[in-house]
């Protein structure tokens, strides 16, 4: 009899151990939007602004916090297209700045964004002499 019950109970633990680990497996999908690029990465915790605390590292705590991230990489012009499709994106606009092309994106991928010129901009790449910075929803921390 207490042999059952004890066997109910760690079968009851391991569901909850499963369960646990779900959602924190999607926890960290949603807040790491940028898992598939390599380099110097920055979380933007609480605000999807400027006004964001920034990390460089995030601990499982601060996982329901992320606002927006970026990554700063070195990378070829031509290569920003492809960053571009693969985050599943399409250019809403290109501007040009002090020689730092940047390309304002829309993708479904994900929900947040911030509205400029009119449309909902959650994927924004900035280029600039072999350096790419890709933020989301857009990069605060300049180039």
């Given at each position: 009899?207490?042999?059952?019950?004890?066997?109910?109970?760690?079968?009851?633990?391991?569901?909850?151990?499963?369960?646990?680990?779900?959602?924190?497996?999607?926890?960290?999908?949603?807040a790491?939007?940028?898992?598939?690029?390599?380099?110097?990465?920055?979380?933007?915790?609480?605000?999807?602004?400027?006004?964001?605390?920034?990390?460089?590292?995030?601990?499982?705590?601060?996982?329901?916090?992320?606002?927006?991230?970026?990554?700063?990489f070195?990378c070829?012009?031509?290569?920003?297209?492809?960053?571009?499709?693969?985050?599943?994106?399409?250019?809403?606009?290109?501007?040009?700045?002090?020689?730092?092309?940047?390309?304002?994106?829309?993708?479904?991928?994900?929900?947040?964004?911030?509205?400029?010129?009119?449309?909902?901009?959650n994927?924004?790449i900035?280029?600039?002499?072999?350096?790419?910075?890709?933020?989301?929803?857009?990069?605060?921390?300049?180039?």
């Open positions: 009899m207490l042999f059952i019950r004890l066997k109910r109970a760690l079968v009851s633990l391991a569901a909850v151990g499963i369960c646990l680990a779900v959602v924190l497996g999607v926890y960290v999908m949603n790491c939007k940028l898992r598939m690029l390599s380099g110097e990465r920055t979380f933007y915790l609480d605000s999807s602004s400027s006004q964001g605390l920034r990390k460089e590292s995030i601990s499982l705590i601060d996982l329901p916090r992320v606002r927006g991230e970026s990554v700063r070195s070829q012009e031509g290569e920003v297209l492809s960053i571009i499709r693969a985050c599943g994106g399409k250019v809403e606009f290109v501007e040009e700045v002090c020689g730092i092309t940047s390309y304002y994106c829309t993708t479904g991928e994900w929900e947040s964004g911030i509205l400029l010129n009119g449309k909902k901009i994927l924004h900035a280029y600039s002499n072999g350096q790419c910075v890709v933020g989301v929803p857009i990069i605060f921390d300049g180039f």
